[in-house]
């Protein structure tokens, strides 16, 4: 079967796109995205190319842009050009120049596919000039003719093997060995199935023309290592690795596959949705095997990195209170439950305590629940000692932070007051009241903690058990 027939083939039985759409091929003028375009062409689909240049290598990356202009001439194609300053965009988000180009292309190609651009595309004229891209030599029938839905880039299969064994070496898991997919979103890689030789042989078989980039001899990038170095090594031990690699890559992404699948029906067992929170039991969530896998899938979602796995499953058999947090979220471990909230939302700093713990930590530090007979009981006064009527209790209690609206009724009074009221007695800082917590027991609030108790949840002389809490300060 002939290199077209197989790239028809793949396309066909990868679903990729569809004979009406317009492709927008991202062409840098070597031999790959040259192949790409020659293959494109004569399979009949139509097309768009597009060119960055990152202005990395001088004389050399004009002659490529001009190459890429005649090349879409050659093929009576739109051509869309992009320059970019990459060693100052590097520099400003301290990226590597690897990173800042990938970030480059890809935004722009985004903006390509957005149907916010177009009207720019629809305009009939033979070129159309915008601050941030160049559109040359554009014959329009109509708006949808040019338009372009999904974005081609000319990966190969050697490429995909060297993404395996980087991914491999930077512990990516599975989901970095199975490498690139041949359609991830808008972006396609229908030569994935292609080796770079075969594509060197069908662009001189068809007499084509490409450039070569200077850079890719280069060691300094961590491709090219791979590529020039490693890879060469490990073949004088196993002549048949890039072959024996390239299978890898097929049962990787099967195994991917089941992986999903068995993970889908973890979290289907596991994740309680509640609100904007997600509740799991924890004593289920023991159960599971493998464990760290299984927690470190569910917790990427809410970004969580890998290395934080074992903080969160050293919450299992933490006190009530402690909490892992990422840059987004929060996990709590509340009673018998792992709770996941946004870190900004109030529900995540609301936990709740059983009559059986003894020991819950939160913001400010911890408190220790004791219960005691009342005959043992020794007055203190000290604002961070509750002593409770455990009678007039209902459990749970809940922990929180105060809000606006709160009362209660102070020690020694018979009348509510507002918190906020309170806090103005006590001369509070507005810094002080943002860290205020309050205990609360069928809601009403037993305790502004380390203020002041409520007087309905005093102990008296017909008191038989006391809860005593003491409020145990950070640090």
Not at 42 to 69: M, P, T
Not at 135 to 157: C, K, M, N, R, Y
């Amino acid at each position: 079967m002939s290199l077209l027939q197989r790239f028809q083939q793949y396309i066909s039985d990868n679903h990729l796109f569809s004979r009406g759409d317009t492709l927008l091929l991202a062409v840098s003028g070597g031999v790959d995205s040259v192949a790409l375009c020659e293959l494109c062409k004569q399979a009949g689909y139509s097309f768009i190319i597009a060119h960055c240049n990152f202005k990395l290598r001088g004389e050399e990356s004009e002659r490529d842009a001009a190459f890429v202009q005649q090349l879409a001439q050659h093929y009576k194609v739109p051509f869309l050009k992009k320059e970019f300053d990459t060693a100052e965009f590097a520099e400003k988000n301290k990226l590597s120049i690897q990173e800042a180009a990938r970030e480059l292309r890809y935004g722009w190609f985004a903006e390509l596919l957005n149907p916010a651009i177009g009207p720019m595309l629809s305009r009939e004229q033979s070129a159309i000039h915008d601050s941030r891209f160049t559109i040359h030599d554009l014959e329009l029938e109509g708006q949808h003719s040019v338009l372009p839905t999904v974005l081609l880039t000319a990966h190969h299969l050697d490429d995909n093997i060297e993404t395996m064994l980087m991914h491999f070496f930077r512990g990516t898991g599975i989901h970095g060995l199975r490498g690139m997919l041949p359609k991830q979103g808008h972006i396609v890689r229908p030569l994935l199935f292609a080796r770079k030789q075969e594509l060197k042989l069908f662009a001189t078989e068809n007499e084509l023309n490409w450039v070569e980039d200077s850079s890719n001899a280069l060691d300094k990038y961590s491709r090219n290592y791979f590529r020039n170095q490693l890879i060469p090594l490990v073949q004088h031990i196993y002549p048949e690795a890039e072959n024996n690699l390239a299978a890898n890559l097929r049962r990787f992404a099967d195994m991917e596959q089941l992986y999903e699948q068995a993970l889908a029906l973890h979290k289907k067992k596991l994740l309680e949705y509640k609100g904007e929170e997600v509740h799991i039991p924890i004593l289920k969530l023991q159960k599971a095997e493998p464990l760290h896998s299984v927690v470190y899938e569910i917790i990427s979602d809410f970004g969580f990195s890998a290395a934080q796995t074992e903080e969160v499953i050293r919450l299992l058999g933490s006190e009530s209170g402690r909490y892992v947090q990422s840059a987004t979220h929060r996990i709590i471990k509340n009673r018998r439950w792992l709770i996941i909230a946004a870190a900004q939302l109030e529900q995540a700093q609301t936990l709740v305590i059983d009559a059986d713990e003894d020991r819950i930590v939160f913001e400010n530090g911890a408190l220790e629940l004791e219960q005691l007979k009342n005959k043992n009981v020794q007055l203190v006064n000290d604002p961070a000692v509750a002593l409770i009527d455990q009678g007039t209790l209902q459990f749970p209690l809940l922990l929180r932070k105060w809000k606006k609206g709160d009362y209660f009724y102070p020690l020694g009074l018979k009348k509510k007051k507002k918190l906020a009221r309170f806090f103005i007695d006590q001369k509070l800082s507005m810094t002080d009241k943002e860290k205020v917590w309050v205990l609360e027991s069928n809601k009403k609030i037993l305790w502004v903690v380390g203020l002041r108790i409520d007087d309905r949840f005093k102990i008296t002389e017909s008191t038989k058990q006391v809860l005593r809490i003491k409020l145990m300060n950070n640090g």
